[in-house]
């Protein structure tokens, strides 16, 4: 079996898919794809990118509640695929030690669920919809762009993204300033949501770079130029003293 990660989340980059699904099927290998990051936030067609399973989040660029997720298979694939936990809605007892899996994609679903999630991950990808994967695409790609060439012209950062072509995951260090103190700043003095990734979350890609956190700043359809340009000049004025390094950097790990 292949089994990748279609976009890091500690990375722009973009892992081509699509390639590596024609080498598994013209090897007739089983291609698991997960889209937990670019669901949402591009077009995903299964065909076109050869997989032979996709799975993903809801939480993530879809916006749906935490907690929820989807699995798709390619139904010439479903029979040789066992699920790890069976229950009453995944398959039927056919006698005392005997059962018949569910056919189609019910065999990987259980009874005990929560309906109301599941009803806000269909609005949260009704939305989605109605306002355009493509047109979302474009917007995301544009407003990453231009944040990362933001991002270059400032002394002292460093951004991580790699890739011919890149996704609206941004990431990048400062010199001196830890990603954690970063982003807490950005927050506390600018009401800049942005995150930390670190080793617990990507331990291997980090340790190959030389670092131990990045800022992620995502972007996403509501985003705004404006927003980008604000993020730049509040960068700037952290690292003019605004607010002092030292004082941030106090009991904070490097």
């Known amino acids: 079996m292949i089994a990748i990660s279609h976009m890091p989340t500690n990375d722009g980059l973009i892992n081509p898919a699509r390639e590596i699904g024609q080498v598994a099927r013209r090897h007739g290998v089983p291609f698991l794809l997960d889209a937990c990051q670019s669901v949402g936030q591009m077009p995903i067609d299964v065909k076109a990118l050869g997989c032979t399973m996709l799975s993903a989040t809801g939480r993530k660029y879809l916006r749906g509640p935490r907690g929820t997720g989807f699995l798709w298979v390619d139904g010439k694939a479903l029979d040789a695929l066992r699920p790890h936990a069976l229950d009453i809605q995944s398959a039927q007892w056919t006698d005392v030690d005997r059962f018949q899996m569910a056919a189609g994609s019910r065999r990987f679903e259980l009874w005990e669920r929560n309906v109301a999630t599941q009803l806000g ?34 002394p002292g950062i460093t951004v ?42 990507t331990r291997r890609a980090l340790r190959a770079r030389g670092v131990t956190s990045l800022v992620r700043a995502s972007v996403h359809a509501y985003n705004t130029p404006e927003e980008i340009e604000r993020l730049g000049a509040s960068l700037m004025a952290l690292a003019d003293g605004k607010r002092n390094y030292r004082e941030m950097n106090a009991g904070q790990p490097v």
């Open 160 to 201: 991580q993204d790699r890739g011919v072509e890149k996704s609206g995951i941004v990431t990048f260090f400062h010199e001196s300033v830890p990603a954690e103190v970063l982003v807490g700043a950005l927050r506390e003095e600018f009401g800049i949501n942005t995150s930390v990734s670190n080793t617990q979350l």
């Open 121 to 154: 991950l269909g609005a949260a990808c009704q939305y989605a919809m109605e306002i355009g994967l493509e047109n979302i695409w474009d917007h995301v790609r544009d407003l990453a762009a231009e944040m990362r060439g933001m991002l270059a012209e400032l």
